[in-house]
Each structure stands twice: as C-alpha cells, then as structure tokens.
C-alpha cells in the first residue's frame, strides 16, 4: 500500500510541469480563434471555447480531490468521492475534442484549411493530454485497492463507455449535464440507438476505434511516467537514507 501511494505522489508531481504544456495550449487555441475572426472575418466559434473549457473540468475535479485524500483530510471523504464522480461523468468533455476535426469538413471560403487544422489540433492536444492525466492519476488511486489486471480492466472498461458517451454528445447533441438535467431525454435517445441496426452498428465502431486510439495515447503517457516511479521506489529502497 505505501508503494501505491508512493506511487500516486511521484505520478503527481511528474504531471505538474507538464499541465504547463496544457495551459500553453490552451492559451494557444483561445488566441488562435480569436486571431481567426480577427484576421478573416469570421465569427469566433464560441462552441469550441465552451468544450474547451468543459475539457478541464476532470483534471481540476481529481488535482481537489487528490489535495484532500493526499493530506489524510478523512472529514471530507464525501467531497473527494463528489469531485470523483463529477470526473466520473465530465471526463469524456476532454477527448470528446478530438471529434472537434470534423468542422474541417465545413465550407469557409475565407479561412485557410491549415490555419483551421492548426487550430482544432492544438484542441484535440489540449482535451487528449487532460484526458490523459486525469485518467492516470484515477489509474493511480485504482492501484491502492485493486490488483493491477482490475484496475487495467476498469480503465479499459471505462474508456470505452465514456467513447460511448462522446458518440452520444457528437451525433444525438446531449451534455454531460443531461445526466441531471434530462435523464429521461438522454434514455430515450440511448435506446433509439438500439432500435436501428445501422446506428448501433456506428456506435460500437467509433466506441471501439476511439478507445484503441486513446488507450494507445494512455499507454504512450503510462510508459513515460511509470519507469520514473519504479526507479525512485527502487532507489528509496536500497538507500533508505537518500534526501528524497
């Protein structure tokens, strides 16, 4: 167990310098959209500033919950499995970005194609990397009560259901937030989906495609973090005395 949450803090704090990579992208795609109605004319498209927005719902959900469960605040347990299950419902707002590139299949005569793939990449990076950390450090807290093949299962899982989700957001319209505001809706359109033979058919293609690609970009950040925690845990081992 002190492993796991050995684990979870190093995972942390090896994320930190690289959510600066996220703001800056950020910052990039709000600039960039703002240059593209000033420099050609054309409204700014207010939908991409609210999904972007939305996308970092999840990381700032699991950075509070992780602030409390990190310092042992046991008092606000309930807070932390509230921010947990806002994660649990928001997270597909941050990969649901990449489906972002089908408005470059839209007619604008005045905007360049490469400024638009520009633009609606530095989005796609933005939601991809959110997405990404988050579900790593859920990845992490996963490890301190399940076996490792569990908590690859529930991540597996999990990715596909929320690309569900994103299909759901994309092609019927529904937001995270129809889960309270319009469950009944929401049910009806889910089971719609079912009814028609093609639609489901597209369902479970995207769902599958879309979580083998995000799984491939997980494992991608998962290789790249992970070899550091072992070797310092390694490192903590052998020489118990060393200032970390």
Known sequence: ??????????????????????????????????????????????????????????????????????????????????????????????????????????????VPFWFDTIVILSLALCGVLLGGFSLLLIHRILDLYLAPVFSWLVIVVYLFLSNIGIYIGRFLRFNSWDVLTNPLGLTKGILAIFKERQKSRSLLLFSTLFTLFLLAFYLFLYSAVTPITWILEMLIQRYPKLPF
């Open 1 to 110: 167990m002190l492993g796991q949450h050995f684990a979870l803090v190093i995972t942390t704090a090896l994320l930190l310098p690289m959510l600066g990579s996220v703001i800056i992208f950020s910052i990039l795609t709000i600039a960039l959209l703002y240059a593209r109605a000033r420099i050609f004319a054309y409204p700014v498209h207010k939908p991409m500033l609210l999904n972007l927005f939305l996308s970092w719902i999840p990381i700032i959900c699991v950075s509070i919950a992780l602030f409390f469960f990190l310092t042992s605040l046991t008092t606000q347990l309930w807070l932390v499995i509230l921010l947990l299950c806002i994660w649990f419902v928001f997270f597909p707002n941050s990969t649901y970005l990449v489906t972002e590139f089908h408005h470059l299949k839209e007619e604008v005569n005045t």
